[in-house]
């Protein structure tokens, strides 16, 4: 395991600072945010961060919010939009360890249908495993066609 701080965002004379761990496993990353509030702001700088991942071996992210007891609604649709960059991609975005309060604003956001949200890490990499397997009988079927 491996704590990062990943900078943030920019302004003059001052550097705001996101807070993750990033830890690697057999067929994804777990992106550990540790901040209160998820805001559009973090949630760009997130989005740039594991869109790295894409051009790599293990593309696979899950993404874990446990700490998070606020999210804004544009940094929401972020996470939306990221998780359908995945999946064009053909790889896996799962965002697991969502507090209650979290994911009634999600509903009330009308986003958490939309969303691949699990209650722990271990459910999140079942959903990678069950879409890793998925992708390779699709890639099987297309090339039998």
Do not use: H
């Not at 990943?6 to 600072?17: E, G």
């Not at 958490?112 to 397997?133: C, H």
């Amino acid at each position: 395991m491996k704590l990062a701080y990943v900078p943030l965002f920019t302004y003059v004379n001052q550097t705001v600072i996101m807070k993750v761990k990033i830890d690697t496993k057999e067929k994804f990353y777990v992106i550990t945010l540790m901040e209160p509030i998820l805001t559009v702001i973090i949630a760009a700088e997130l989005s740039q961060l594991v869109t790295k991942f894409l051009q790599q071996q293990i593309s696979n992210v899950v993404l874990k919010i446990g700490e998070v007891e606020n999210i804004e609604e544009k940094a929401a649709e972020e996470l939306a939009q990221l998780q359908q960059v995945f999946y064009e991609k053909n790889a896996s975005f799962v965002i697991c360890d969502v507090r209650p309060s979290v994911e009634q604003q999600l509903d009330d956001m009308e986003l958490l249908e939309e969303m691949n949200i699990t209650p722990s890490e271990s459910e999140a990499w079942d959903i990678v495993q069950m879409e890793e397997i998925e992708r390779e009988l699709m890639d099987d079927n297309n090339e039998n066609l």
